[in-house]
């Protein structure tokens, strides 16, 4: 069974452009969500997906949001890069009823 | 709300000594509690999960932890400590209806020779 995939793994942008990163969960799960991780402030939440809808959101500006599509996989994108947004995005997936989240390998972002 | 406290921000430990993490959580349900590990540029790996059944957990290579709800503690331990535990371990709690998992700061191990 594949594990959670996410694409790209590395990504360099400059300030003030978008990013989309991608997650393709684990085949049948239908929870996907998406962490952030910084030196600074460590493992953050961002939001949660399940059957394409968000049923959480963590305390991040409105330059970051995100979306599930039918099949389950997910994007997110920040908007108007800056230079904090730097970090390590993970995301996890779980299946119905399941509390264990399964992380992917992370796209790391750096912004210059 | 939920939050979780590493006591410990970095634990160094000889080969074939005992490891002990500590962790400390507050959640105003009952919770889930994990335990993860991070090797260097790699994602989360779950090294075991309570989830309201037997308060000691076992998990993957030889560690186990013991939820206390008296101390809201859920402390990791390892009896004998080997070189590949070297990494950065994270407790975390989840609370049911959350949707979201919540980190500890984590704790850095090093394994010396």
């Known amino acids: 069974k594949a594990g959670v995939t996410q694409t790209p793994r590395y990504l360099i942008k400059t300030r003030g452009q978008q990013v989309t990163l991608s997650c393709s969960p684990i085949?049948?799960?239908?929870?996907v969500s998406w962490y952030q991780q910084t030196p600074g402030q460590g493992l953050q939440f961002l939001f949660e997906y399940f059957s394409e809808t968000q049923r959480n959101k963590g305390n991040f500006p409105g330059r970051f949001s995100g979306r599930q599509f039918s099949n389950s996989r997910s994007e997110m994108n920040v908007s108007t890069l800056e230079l904090g947004d730097s970090a390590l995005y993970l995301c996890a997936s779980s299946s119905v009823g399941d509390t264990e989240a399964f992380f992917g390998q992370g796209t790391r972002l750096t912004v210059v | 709300a939920q939050s979780v406290t590493q006591l410990d921000s970095h634990v160094s430990v000889s080969e074939g000594t005992p490891v002990l993490l500590r962790c400390n959580y507050s959640?105003?349900?009952?919770?889930?509690l994990f335990w993860y590990v991070q090797h260097p540029n790699k994602g989360l790996q779950l090294l075991l999960k309570?989830?309201?059944?037997?308060?000691l957990v076992k998990g993957i290579n030889g560690f186990e932890a013991e939820f206390k709800k008296s101390e809201t503690s859920f402390h990791l331990t390892k009896p004998s400590a080997h070189m590949s535990d070297a990494a950065e371990y994270f407790c975390v709690v989840s609370d049911a209806d959350d949707y979201k998992l919540s980190f500890g700061a984590g704790t850095t191990v090093t394994v010396r020779a």
């Open positions: 309570y989830t309201s059944a037997a308060t």
């Open positions: 085949s049948g799960h239908r929870s």
């Open positions: 959640s105003s349900y009952s919770p889930s």
